[in-house]
Protein backbone atom coordinates (compact mmCIF):
# COMPACT_ATOMS: atom_id res chain seq x y z
CA UNK A 1 0.00 0.00 0.00
CA UNK A 2 1.43 3.28 -0.58
CA UNK A 3 2.10 5.63 2.15
CA UNK A 4 0.05 8.79 2.44
CA UNK A 5 2.68 11.82 1.51
CA UNK A 6 2.65 13.62 5.32
CA UNK A 7 3.51 9.93 6.53
CA UNK A 8 5.81 9.29 3.98
CA UNK A 9 7.55 12.73 4.80
CA UNK A 10 7.63 11.57 8.67
CA UNK A 11 9.08 8.82 7.26
CA UNK A 12 12.08 10.60 5.86
CA UNK A 13 12.45 12.89 8.47
CA UNK A 14 13.12 10.28 10.92
CA UNK A 15 15.83 8.54 9.21
CA UNK A 16 17.32 11.62 7.98
CA UNK A 17 17.66 12.83 11.87
CA UNK A 18 19.51 9.29 12.74
CA UNK A 19 21.87 9.99 9.24
CA UNK A 20 19.77 7.15 7.51
CA UNK A 21 17.89 7.08 4.14
CA UNK A 22 14.37 5.88 3.92
CA UNK A 23 14.07 3.90 0.98
CA UNK A 24 10.21 1.86 0.38
CA UNK A 25 10.58 -1.17 -0.14
CA UNK A 26 8.59 -2.67 -3.42
CA UNK A 27 5.08 -2.96 -1.14
CA UNK A 28 5.64 0.54 -0.05
CA UNK A 29 6.92 -0.07 3.64
CA UNK A 30 9.95 1.02 4.99
CA UNK A 31 12.57 -1.03 7.43
CA UNK A 32 15.33 0.30 9.38
CA UNK A 33 18.17 -2.42 11.13
CA UNK A 34 18.87 -0.93 14.53
CA UNK A 35 21.48 -3.21 16.62
CA UNK A 36 20.04 -3.18 19.79
CA UNK A 37 16.47 -2.82 19.28
CA UNK A 38 15.51 -5.21 16.09
CA UNK A 39 13.83 -4.23 12.69
CA UNK A 40 11.73 -1.44 12.70
CA UNK A 41 8.96 -0.85 10.47
CA UNK A 42 6.54 1.05 8.86
CA UNK A 43 3.43 0.03 7.28
CA UNK A 44 0.44 2.17 5.33
CA UNK A 45 -2.86 0.54 6.68
CA UNK A 46 -5.34 -0.72 3.16
CA UNK A 47 -7.17 2.96 3.56
CA UNK A 48 -4.25 4.67 4.40
CA UNK A 49 -6.21 6.20 7.43
CA UNK A 50 -2.91 4.38 9.66
CA UNK A 51 0.64 3.90 9.89
CA UNK A 52 1.25 -0.01 11.64
CA UNK A 53 4.50 0.76 13.36
CA UNK A 54 6.11 -3.01 14.18
CA UNK A 55 9.03 -3.74 15.73
CA UNK A 56 10.58 -7.62 15.02
CA UNK A 57 13.44 -9.38 17.16
CA UNK A 58 14.75 -13.12 16.30
CA UNK A 59 12.86 -15.39 18.98
CA UNK A 60 16.26 -16.37 19.87
CA UNK A 61 16.77 -12.71 21.67
CA UNK A 62 13.87 -12.69 23.42
CA UNK A 63 12.57 -14.74 26.50
CA UNK A 64 10.28 -16.96 25.55
CA UNK A 65 10.44 -19.25 28.32
CA UNK A 66 6.85 -18.48 29.07
CA UNK A 67 5.54 -17.27 25.87
CA UNK A 68 2.26 -16.58 27.31
CA UNK A 69 3.76 -13.18 28.98
CA UNK A 70 5.26 -12.66 25.27
CA UNK A 71 1.19 -12.52 24.19
CA UNK A 72 0.21 -10.97 27.25
CA UNK A 73 1.79 -7.74 25.58
CA UNK A 74 -1.15 -7.46 23.43
CA UNK A 75 -4.19 -5.35 24.30
CA UNK A 76 -4.55 -1.58 25.25
CA UNK A 77 -1.38 -0.51 26.53
CA UNK A 78 -1.89 1.86 29.63
CA UNK A 79 1.22 3.39 29.04
CA UNK A 80 0.43 5.16 25.57
CA UNK A 81 -3.34 4.29 25.20
CA UNK A 82 -2.51 2.65 21.79
CA UNK A 83 -3.42 -1.25 21.10
CA UNK A 84 -0.06 -3.39 20.76
CA UNK A 85 -0.21 -6.55 18.82
CA UNK A 86 1.98 -9.14 19.31
CA UNK A 87 2.66 -12.24 17.28
CA UNK A 88 5.30 -14.91 15.78
CA UNK A 89 5.97 -15.17 12.23
CA UNK A 90 6.35 -17.66 9.54
CA UNK A 91 9.89 -17.32 10.19
CA UNK A 92 9.84 -17.10 14.03
CA UNK A 93 10.23 -14.02 14.58
CA UNK A 94 8.48 -11.84 17.54
CA UNK A 95 6.51 -9.12 16.53
CA UNK A 96 5.13 -6.29 18.78
CA UNK A 97 3.21 -3.47 16.54
CA UNK A 98 1.36 -0.64 17.12
CA UNK A 99 -1.08 1.25 15.12
CA UNK A 100 -0.89 4.48 14.95
CA UNK A 101 -3.87 7.37 13.03
CA UNK A 102 -2.13 8.50 10.05
CA UNK A 103 -2.93 12.14 11.46
CA UNK A 104 -1.60 11.85 14.76
CA UNK A 105 1.83 9.74 13.04
CA UNK A 106 4.80 12.75 13.44
CA UNK A 107 8.62 12.74 14.98
CA UNK A 108 7.34 12.38 18.55
CA UNK A 109 4.95 9.57 17.59
CA UNK A 110 7.12 7.64 15.55
CA UNK A 111 10.33 7.83 18.72
CA UNK A 112 7.69 7.36 21.25
CA UNK A 113 6.46 4.39 19.66
CA UNK A 114 10.34 2.99 19.04
CA UNK A 115 10.64 3.44 22.78
CA UNK A 116 7.60 2.38 23.85
CA UNK A 117 8.00 -1.13 21.78
CA UNK A 118 11.40 -1.68 22.70
CA UNK A 119 10.53 -1.24 26.70
CA UNK A 120 7.96 -4.11 26.22
CA UNK A 121 10.28 -6.32 25.04
CA UNK A 122 13.02 -5.44 27.76
CA UNK A 123 10.36 -5.85 30.53
CA UNK A 124 10.95 -9.64 28.88
CA UNK A 125 13.87 -9.87 30.13
Do not use: W
Amino acid sequence: HMFPHRARQQVEAFAENLGLVAKPAPDGSYGFIFAKSGLLSFVASQDEARVVVCLVRPSSQVNLSTPIRFFRLAGLDPATSNFVHAGISADNNCVLAISLEESRFDMQSIFETLSRLTDLYDSLA
